[in-house]
């Protein structure tokens, strides 16, 4: 047997020397606080042995404490950018992708399947209570094991060949998990924008939970915050992704102090937060973050006008050239990151489409390839990306370890009369006066693609490929609809085609769960039904019926169950190579750039990234808490 030990997490966290640490210095923010003893000294306030973060080292300066970040949201829900940007970890990605510890001291791993997991002596909540093991074995005996909070049964993560975990707490500092088989994904998904939950603060939330609150408090509870379920209560008050709850404490940098429903919310620093600086500054450095809400189809405009210090959503590289232009007028700087998807655009016609005349083309990948092979991606480049993009198939990006050019390349060639040849090929050989092919049934073959309407990008892109199918008799017809109606009706059956984002971690590394493959959620607009019938465990809907998807599922499964990094390589290569040859998404280009505004004024941020959820959970790998402002502008 195998054993693998993983000890980055000693490797990564150097202890702050005693020196250092008789000298702290108190954020100014914090000292009406302390002056009031409504808080311990910082010495106190940090773990006996918290993360050191060792900025000259990484290339940036050491800061100060101090100041405010405005941020532009376009709906209430995007609060849940604080969770991602602060990105504090039980385990992390630096900017390599490499898993390290943050919240954690150390973890080890044995056999892939053996996690145990030990925390800093001295790590406390926001609101000043100890860190313990007892708030992991809340999560979960109370809440992962209720059948009342859990009725879908236990997330994936805790699921190994289809089996929990044993748990235990070892000390007060100490805790394991222990699975029959290897769980590769698990380290994986504490590392993710939206992490797997372990731990709750138990020292809260059991006023919440029926196993220790008396009914008659658990109904008052329930009527105040107008739910109808004691399981809709702690639910409500629980959430850490989106953190809507003031009083819920945290362990992430800023912590919410405003109530849902408001158009601004205001994040004060967490005074208990683990990590400092080499110099012995509690991070982060920034006081606050003011989320101002607003329409998202204003939000470029809205930070072209001066009304915000750092901006990377709800802009996007059409509004570079504006944004570029308010450098003049005010002091902030806009750099351009690499936007980290596979595609950035790609067009997912929908296998599991209703129309079964359409649905006879859909599954034959000639026509998919065809499809793909008439797109002049050379041109919607110079358009639309002023030749800033690559033009390539939706695949990892060359930063990628998985990289391979015949992924890049498959089916990406403009070559209409190949195109054509397929087309004629599968029985699409008819036309009319005008030269569009006809369906077997006499229907003009026309294609609805369908789109969210977030992005003029996407129109504009298909305006241009409008032009390339005319060109091999399939009309194109665009169709603009909200994001749930689209993704609810590509699951009924009722979107032939839909445009969106291409695989949403462009940058994979072989320890990464390659599910974006294969059918595995209901809202891949590629398969949706399929997806639905993983989610349900084969009980809604129907298995794939194409051989070829049906061995991307086989192959993720044989992902889930090795610990071994080849084997995992290996796994993901002939995924990618299923995927990318089958065509089962038409990617138009990757590499493409993606604005990011801040105040000139604010230092540390990086001026070039990687740009998406995942994996670097947009800014969160690059550790926002470090940014700080100047008095001079850089």
């Known amino acids: 047997m195998i054993t693998r030990r993983t000890t980055l997490g000693l490797l990564a966290s150097a202890f702050l020397p005693g020196a250092v640490r008789a000298g702290m210095i108190e954020p100014e923010y914090l000292r009406p606080y302390l002056r009031a003893q409504r808080l311990p000294g910082l010495n106190e306030r940090v773990p006996v042995n918290p993360r050191v973060v060792n900025l000259a080292a990484m290339g940036r300066k050491p800061g100060r404490y101090g100041g405010t970040v405005r941020m532009i949201i376009g709906s209430q829900k995007d609060i849940r950018l604080m969770t991602i940007y602060g990105y504090a970890r039980l385990v992390g990605y630096d900017e390599n992708l490499v898993l390290q510890p943050d919240i954690l001291e150390s973890f080890d791993v044995q056999e892939g399947r053996i996690f145990t997991f030990k925390l800093r002596e001295g790590h406390k909540w926001s609101d000043g209570a100890n860190l313990t093991s007892n708030d992991f074995r809340y999560v979960w005996e109370d809440v992962v094991l209720n059948k009342d909070l859990r009725k879908g049964g236990l997330p994936t993560y805790f699921l190994a060949d289809g089996k929990p975990p044993v748990f235990e707490v070892l000390d007060p500092l100490t805790v394991r998990y222990t699975w029959e088989t290897p769980n590769p994904d698990f380290l994986p998904n504490l590392a993710a924008a939206s992490p797997a939950t372990l731990v709750l603060p138990f020292h809260y939330m059991w006023q919440f939970h029926k196993k220790y609150q008396d009914d008659f408090r658990i109904a008052a509870l329930m009527k105040e915050q107008r739910v109808k379920k004691w399981a809709d209560l702690h639910i409500k008050m629980s959430r850490t992704y989106r953190p809507e709850n003031p009083d819920l404490p945290t362990l992430d940098p800023w912590r919410n102090r405003t109530a849902p429903p408001a158009e601004q919310f205001i994040f004060e620093r967490n005074p208990y937060f683990h990590r400092v600086d080499e110099n012995g500054l509690q991070l982060p450095y920034v006081d606050r973050f003011v989320l101002n809400v607003s329409s998202s189809n204003i939000i470029a405009a809205k930070t072209g006008a001066g009304e915000a210090d750092l901006q990377a959503n709800g802009i996007d590289f059409v509004d ?86 015949e992924y890049a390349k498959a089916w990406a060639n403009f070559d209409p009369d190949k195109a054509n040849a397929l087309l004629d090929e599968i029985g699409l050989d008819k036309r009319d006066s005008s030269g569009m092919r006809l369906l077997p049934d006499g229907r003009v073959a026309q294609i609805v693609v369908e789109t969210a309407g977030e992005s003029t990008l996407e129109t504009d892109v298909l305006e241009l490929v409008t032009d390339h199918w005319r060109s091999i008799g399939i009309p194109l017809f665009i169709k603009t609809s909200q994001r749930e109606v689209m993704t609810n009706r590509a699951l009924g059956g009722e979107v032939m085609m839909s445009m969106w984002f291409g695989m949403e971690n462009g940058i994979p590394t072989p320890e990464m769960n390659p599910s974006q493959l294969a059918p595995t959620m209901d809202d891949q607009l590629q398969w949706p039904a399929w997806g639905l019938n993983f989610l349900s465990g084969d009980t809604m809907a129907s ?92």
């Open 320 to 405: 570079y050239s504006f944004l570029k232009e308010a450098e003049k007028r005010y002091p902030v700087k806009v750099n351009l990151w690499k936007n980290s998807r596979g595609a950035r655009v790609t067009l997912l016609p929908n296998l599991n489409v209703g129309d079964q005349v359409w649905r006879k083309f859909i599954i034959d990948a000639r026509f998919r390839r065809a499809l793909s092979l008439a797109i002049n991606r050379h041109e919607i480049n110079m358009v639309i990306f002023y030749g800033l993009g690559r033009e390539v198939a939706d695949s990892p990006l060359p930063e990628s370890v998985l990289y391979k050019e």
């Open 543 to 634: 298995k794939p019926d194409i051989e070829e998807v049906r061995q991307l599922s086989a192959l993720l499964e044989e992902w889930r169950h090795t610990a071994e990094t080849s084997e995992k390589t290996r796994i993901w290569h002939a995924m990618l190579s299923i995927y990318t040859d089958q065509v089962f998404s038409i990617g138009i280009g990757n590499g493409t750039l993606q604005p990011l505004l801040r105040s000139a004024r604010l230092q540390n941020v990086p001026a070039e990234g990687f740009y998406a959820f995942e994996p670097t959970s947009y800014l969160g790998v690059y550790m926002p808490d470090t940014f700080w402002y100047s008095d001079e502008v850089s």
